[in-house]
């Protein structure tokens, strides 16, 4: 572990004003005294180490330098101890983890690693075998990687972004139910895309039975930046299947709450500035209540999974919270899983290994690879055809595709699914500028100047985006080779937010950088026929990525787990 921040500075951005970890000032009475008020004898040791006079010969500011430096430090090994303690945990991406169970313990074992090359000699028999961080549950875990203090974040925009959560889950649903609307708005996109094809064959086969969804559950996150040139939040994108990280992210909000407990004097920012995040209790909650209108008390939820997931831990928060408050059980299926062990009866219940499923609740199944044979697609089927409440439906799932967010935001389209013309205004006051590479105007300005869009396929789950040289590249491409190509993409207006000096700590590790942030919005939405159950912003996630970087997944690598703190700005 560090024993202080390592500042790293990919490029020139101005940061934001005040920045994350204020020095102290002799304007502030609190942050001109680094001693933390926390009694332990190391804390007080080191509090009046950094409290008397600088020594002579040294400046102000190396002194004020050094008291920062010894303050992050306490503050990484306090949050890296808090981390392992309440499970911000993520599995390691190191290499393969060698179990040796034992025969007896005088039993000794040499092992040489080079790479994943394995020489074992023991000396009596001995059996091993090989376990994966994202395979068994409690096998080689970090902490989850996190900002080491919240982002800054505007009150009014905060306010703003949790107003919109209930807008957009009842324009999902709405949207669901056009089924002639999604057809046709991803026509083309069919055609050059053959994950959104399949997907749109399952849909299809879906309306050619005529099958209801009576039930039908969102847990939905819409993605904001805020964009420094125009003042205003700009959604990034509307996710509705897979919206990852409501545990995880609802423990960094308590682990930074904590730090302000501690620290928050000396640094002069406020605990209670950082808003309350339930978002682990209320998808919880959401599920719960799906499974209480399926109404059978013997069936479980079914999680489909990934055959290897680190973040499997953020997942379990969920089922920990189904089993503690509503007594539910869940279980944990890959596609392929559910495709041998699964079966729909004829009264139209999904039965996994022998037991009846109420809700079917996706944590894969978002990408291509999640579908490396036709067994996947074939389970996908069969869960589609069954009585379960899906999370999502195959029609939620095509709302949240990136070629329904451009079409939304065209002219008078919001018009054919929402009534309420305030409702409609905030939703497009947030849209950032969509367009098709039809529109060779656009496509000419994105040549000309890259830097100002991003290029979206149709994809999910980070590092999919096209930026700089390569959109210029890839659209003189599409453009040579017409036809039906461009319809793979969007344009994007790209958002250019404040960046701010910021400590970041991966394992174990703290480094300062230059980073942007990017607020998640949670919702569930709970619908039985007519009857609208829950409609909600439930909680939120923060994402904070170094300013050079342009993709922001978390799990892929790209970003660290943050928290906000409101400010009257």
């Known amino acids: 572990m560090s024993s202080s921040c390592v500042s790293h500075h990919h490029q020139a951005v101005r940061p934001r004003h005040g920045g994350r970890l204020p020095l102290p000032s002799p304007r502030s009475a609190a942050a001109s005294s680094f001693a933390p008020p926390a009694p332990r004898r190391r804390r007080a040791a080191r509090a009046a180490a950094m409290s008397a006079e600088a020594a002579p010969g040294v400046a102000p500011a190396e002194e004020a330098g050094q008291r920062r430096a010894a303050v992050l430090a306490e503050m990484v090994e306090e949050a890296a101890v808090w981390c392992a303690v309440h499970g911000h945990v993520v599995g390691d991406r190191a290499d393969p983890i060698l179990i040796l169970p034992m025969e007896t313990s005088t039993q000794r074992v040499n092992i040489s690693c080079r790479f994943l090359s394995f ?17 068994v549950p409690g096998v080689g875990l970090v902490h989850a990687p996190f900002s080491l ?76 930046m805020l964009d420094s040139e125009t003042n205003s939040l700009l959604q990034i994108e509307l996710n509705t299947i897979s919206s990852s990280f409501p545990g995880l992210g609802s423990l960094v909000s308590e682990l930074h709450r904590t730090l302000l407990n501690h620290y928050g004097k000396v640094l002069g920012l406020d605990s209670k500035r950082i808003p309350r995040n339930w978002a682990a209790t ?73 037991r009846a499923v109420a809700v079917v609740y996706f944590r894969a199944g978002y990408a291509p690879a999640d579908y490396p044979s036709e067994a996947e697609w074939r389970a996908r089927l069969l869960m589609e055809q069954s009585s379960a409440i899906k999370c999502p439906s195959i029609s939620y799932h095509l709302v949240g595709t990136k070629k329904i967010q451009q079409e939304l935001a065209k002219p008078n389209v919001l018009e054919r699914f929402l009534d309420n013309k305030e409702d409609i205004a905030k939703l497009r006051k947030s849209f950032a500028g969509l367009w098709s590479l039809d529109n060779e105007e656009i496509v000419k300005s994105a040549i000309e100047k890259p830097d100002l869009f991003v290029l979206k396929p149709q994809r999910e789950g980070g590092g999919n985006n096209i930026y700089g040289h390569d959109l210029r590249d890839m659209l003189i491409k599409l453009q040579k080779e017409q036809g039906e190509s461009l319809a793979a993409y969007i344009l994007m207006q790209r958002i250019f937010p404040k960046a701010s000096l910021t400590p970041l700590v991966r394992g174990g590790d703290c480094f300062e950088d230059l980073t942007i942030s990017e607020l998640g919005i949670y919702g569930a939405y709970l619908r039985n026929k007519d009857k609208v159950i829950l409609n909600n912003q439930s909680g939120y996630l923060m994402r904070t990525k170094v300013s050079s970087s342009n993709e922001g997944g978390v799990a892929a690598g790209f970003a660290v787990l943050d928290s906000i703190l409101l400010t009257d700005e």
């Open 119 to 135: 020489r074992i000699s023991c000396t009596t028999p001995c059996f091993c075998q090989l376990q994966r961080s994202g395979t």
């Open 149 to 224: 203090l919240p982002a800054r974040f505007p009150a009014s925009f905060w306010k703003q972004a949790c107003e919109l959560a209930p807008i957009f889950n009842e324009l999902v649903d709405r949207v669901s139910l056009d089924g002639e609307f999604l057809q046709a708005a991803l026509s083309r996109t069919k055609q050059v895309d053959e994950f959104t094809a399949r997907l749109l064959e399952i849909h299809e086969k879906m309306k050619a039975i005529n099958k209801k969804e009576d039930i039908r559950l969102g847990l939905h996150r819409s993605d904001y």
């Open 282 to 354: 209320q998808f919880a909650e959401a599920l719960g209540k799906a499974w209480a209108e399926y109404n059978n008390d013997s069936a479980v939820v079914l999680m489909v999974v990934q055959p290897e997931e680190r973040n499997m831990y953020d997942q379990y928060w969920l089922v920990s919270h189904l089993k503690e408050s509503y007594g539910v059980t869940t279980i944990r299926k890959t596609l392929a899983q559910v495709e041998a062990e699964g079966q729909v009866l004829t009264d139209g219940t999904l039965v996994i290994d022998g």
